[in-house]
C-alpha cells in the first residue's frame, strides 16, 4: 500500500480541532509497562497521542509519513518527531517497550505493520492500538452530523474508513490480547469548534477538492439552529481498542 496523504493539506486545522485523548488512558498504557521508558507513536499525526505519552514515559518516537503533519505537530522535550512510513520505521531492533497508533492504523499495510513491531518491539512489550468513530452531542445534532457523514459525503471516505466503522473488529490480530476499560474523549466545545472539526474530515474535504464547494454548509444553518443558546455542550466521542502483548 503506497502512501497516499489526506491530512496535510489541512494540517494547520487538523491541528486545531482535533479533540484530546484522555490522561486516564496513557496512565492505564503506563500501567501496562510500569518499567517501560520508550514508546513509538506510530502515525502520530500532529503529535496529540505522542506528547500526552510523554507525560508518562521516558522517550516517545513519533513517526508520520506526512511531513506537514509533523512539521504542524506539538513540540515536547522527550517526543522526537521524524518522518517515515509505519511499516518501514528505521528503528533499532527491540528498541521500544510501548507501540501507540491512534485513530491511523486503518492507513497502514496491516502485516508489514504487524512484522515491524515484532522487529522493533521488546520482548513482552505492548502494542495499543485506539480509534474512534461519530462523535455524540445530543440527538438532533447527531442526526443532522449523521447525515453529513453518511448522505452527503458518505462516497467521499476512503476504502479504509469501513476499518473504523469496525472498530478495527475484522482485522487480525495476532497478538495475546488485552480488555482495556472504557474510555471515551469529551470536549466542552462551542458550534464553531464542531463545525470546524467537521471540516477536518477528509471526505469533506475530497468532497470540496470535486465540487469546489463546502459540504457542511449543507447542515451548518439547521446545526445552529438546534444547537440553541448553549454557549457550549460537550461532544463525546467512545473509544474502541486493539490491545496486545508482544510474545516474550
Known amino acids: 500500500m503506497s502512501f497516499r496523504d489526506h491530512f496535510s493539506s489541512h ?15 496513557f496512565a492505564y498504557l503506563k500501567s501496562l509497562l ?18 500526552s505519552l510523554a507525560e508518562f514515559f521516558d522517550k516517545v518516537i513519533a513517526t508520520d509519513p506526512s511531513e506537514n503533519q509533523i512539521a504542524n505537530a506539538e513540540p515536547h522535550p522527550r517526543v522526537e518527531y521524524r518522518v517515515s512510513k509505519a511499516e518501514e520505521s528505521i528503528l533499532g531492533n527491540s528498541e521500544v517497550d510501548l507501540i501507540t497508533v491512534a485513530q491511523a492504523f486503518h492507513w ?23 480509534g474512534y468513530g461519530l462523535h455524540r452531542i445530543i440527538p438532533e445534532i447527531d442526526s443532522l452530523i449523521d447525515r453529513l457523514y453518511g448522505e452527503i459525503v458518505g462516497s467521499y471516505w476512503p476504502p479504509e474508513r469501513r476499518y473504523v466503522e469496525e472498530e478495527y473488529k475484522t482485522i487480525s490480530f495476532p497478538f495475546e490480547k488485552i480488555i482495556p476499560p472504557f474510555f471515551s474523549m469529551k470536549e466542552e466545545w462551542t458550534v464553531d469548534q464542531v463545525l470546524g472539526y467537521l471540516r477536518t474530515w477528509s471526505s469533506v474535504q475530497k468532497y470540496i477538492q470535486k465540487n469546489e464547494s463546502d459540504p457542511v454548509l449543507l447542515i451548518e444553518e439547521n446545526l445552529r439552529s438546534v444547537w440553541g443558546d448553549e454557549k457550549t455542550r460537550m461532544v463525546e466521542w467512545p473509544l474502541f481498542f486493539r490491545i496486545g502483548r508482544l510474545p516474550s
Open 108 to 130: 497502514f499495510d496491516f502485516e508489514p505493520f504487524f512484522r515491524e513491531v515484532l522487529r522493533v518491539g521488546k520482548k513482552n512489550g505492548i502494542l495499543a492500538i485506539w
Open 11 to 25: 494540517s494547520s486545522a487538523y491541528s486545531e480541532f482535533r479533540p484530546g485523548y484522555p490522561k486516564e488512558l
Open 34 to 51: 510500569p518499567k517501560g521508558n520508550v514508546v513509538w507513536d506510530c502515525g502520530t499525526g500532529n503529535g496529540q497521542a505522542a506528547v
